[in-house]
């Protein structure tokens, strides 16, 4: 349940007494892209399959629509909730960082 896929990458720069962070949140990897494409291939000879089999296709056809849907968007909304988390972390962070005492935690 905790697996964060996002990655924040920045710099910060200090101008004076204020400190100016950039960063960018992405939660997209390269492992993502070989299983998007296996995805197509499979709908792609899933569908090439339906149009070839005599009968009730309506069904068949609908399940692999519904499946692909599935497929594509638990991704999808895995590394968007995943980039929120990240969001709100280092939002929570950031903020602990200024309220804290010369940049250390009082604990």
């Known amino acids: 349940m905790n697996m964060n896929f996002a990655i924040a990458k920045g710099k910060y720069i200090q101008k004076g007494t204020t400190l100016i962070i ?3 949140i992405n ?5 993502m892209i070989p299983f998007y494409i296996f995805i197509i291939i499979f709908v792609v ?3 090439s399959a339906d149009n ?3 009968g009730d296709q309506f069904y068949f056809g609908g399940f692999i629509i519904v499946h692909a849907c599935f497929m594509f968007g638990i991704p999808y909304f895995m590394m968007r909730r995943s980039t929120q988390r990240l969001k709100h972390e280092l939002e929570r962070e950031f903020y602990f960082m200024t309220r804290s005492k010369n940049g250390s935690r009082n604990l």
């Open 27 to 31: 939660s997209f990897s390269g492992m």
């Open 45 to 47: 000879a899933f569908f």
């Open 52 to 54: 070839m089999i005599d």
């Open 22 to 24: 950039n960063t960018e």
